[in-house]
């Protein structure tokens, strides 16, 4: 996983880096150095700039693909914080909510790119000659092409549960074989009348 530590030059932070490392993550380390020290970051892990910097901020979370973020980026000096308690809300609120809305921004960019991959996935798929669908564990249907529609003997919508068009054989029975678990393929020869044969193949639902 891609993960951004801020104030990962920090005491805790730093320790946090080497753990994340450790695990096999892919570890970016956001700290201004005001109270991290360079030498506590390993010498290939970059350092990046200052939550106040809110494009530089954005910039890290989507040049790097950021997936998760460990905030560790605050001042935690008691004394200091009576004294100087405008310090403190500027870094420790402040800063915060600048970190907590580019992580929305980031969130909204991947959910878009998910939704377009989505829907040039449907243009694809209406576009084959093959009738195509999903259902869910339920053998509720997803998704379902014009040509699976046509297959089937009527109307086919997304929430539809899935139909059993043809007699002397259970597609949802075929169906319900590909959340089984062992990860096969499904494959069946159906002949739903005299002047049609239809080859069925089943791909395996994807653990979670």
Known sequence: MRILVTGGAGYIGSHMVRVLL????????YDNLVFGHRTAVPAERPLVG?????????????INRIEAVVHFAAFAFVGESVTNPAKYYRNNVANSLTLFERMRRQLRRSFRRIE?????LRMLLERLHEGVVTVDEHLVVRFANAEAVRML?????????LPDPWPGFSL???????????G???QEHVR????RAVALVGIPAQPE
């Open 184 to 186: 096969a393929l499904a």
């Open 153 to 161: 003997g009527g109307r086919l919508s997304e929430g539809d549960p």
């Open 116 to 120: 377009g991959e989505r829907d040039r």
């Open 172 to 182: 949802r029975e075929f169906a319900s074989r590909l959340f089984d678990g062992d």
């Open 192 to 195: 739903p009348d005299d002047e």
């Open 22 to 29: 450790a695990r096999g993550h892919d570890v970016y380390i």
């Open 50 to 62: 200052d939550l106040a910097d809110a494009d530089v901020l954005d910039h890290a979370l989507l």
